[in-house]
Each structure stands twice: as C-alpha cells, then as structure tokens.
C-alpha cells in the first residue's frame, strides 16, 4: 500500500486489533516458553519445544499479517506500529504504541519516536 490517510490509518488499525491482541499473548507466551527452555528456566505449564516452535510460527504469521497491509512495525515488545502518510505535504509516520487507545500520533520520518507530537 502507498500512503494512508489518518481516517484509514485508524480504520486498518480498528480492524487489526485482534490481531494486535493476539500477538501480545503469544509474544508472551514465546519468551516464557523459551525461557523454560533454558538450562535452569522456571518449569511452564505451557508446555516444553513443541509448543514453543509452535508459538513462534504463529508470532511470525502474525507479524506478517500486519506487515503486508502496508503498516510498519517497529518494534515487539512494546508493539509500535507505523503509518506511512503525508501531513501538510510533509511525509509523517501516524504512530500507535501499545497501550494507546487510538490512532492519535504522528512524527517526521527523520525524527523517530521522540519526535512524537498528537494529532491536530
């Protein structure tokens, strides 16, 4: 996808929200696998190396499904997602974190995250 508007920057990530949900349990699900997985690691009821090369397909699948509509993701763990887009023909990432409620950040490309500043 080229550039979103804001309107459908919110809408796509309205509808991906389930997903979003989802990759959190399973992110979390991953490293406390992994980490049972480990010489010494706290014992998990999650289950030992089946369960855990399972979890890490699914991450994967997940990271894909919002990464082919157009989106940019940043960063796991937080979750931070971009949006490509122009504001007052400058281009601009609309910005999500996990955590926000909605869609209400935005920052240059050259900035990055801390130069975050709220939608007008």
């Not at 509808?15 to 049972?36: C, H, I, K, S, Y």
């Not at 940019?72 to 763990?77: I, M, P, V, Y």
């Amino acid at each position: 996808m080229g550039l979103f508007t804001v309107a459908q920057a919110r809408t796509e990530l309205i509808r991906l929200r389930p997903v979003l949900d989802e990759l959190v349990v399973v992110r979390a699900d991953v490293v406390e696998l992994a980490a049972a997985l480990t010489a010494g690691g706290p014992p998990t009821v999650l289950g030992g190396l089946p369960e855990w090369k399972a979890a890490e397909a699914r991450l994967n699948e997940l990271l894909t499904e919002v990464q082919q509509l157009g989106a940019e993701l940043k960063g796991l763990a937080p979750l931070l997602i971009d949006f490509p887009a122009d504001l007052d023909a400058v281009p601009v990432l609309l910005c999500w974190l996990e955590g926000e409620p909605e869609l209400s950040w935005y920052h240059r490309r050259d900035l990055g995250l801390a130069g975050r500043r709220r939608l007008p």
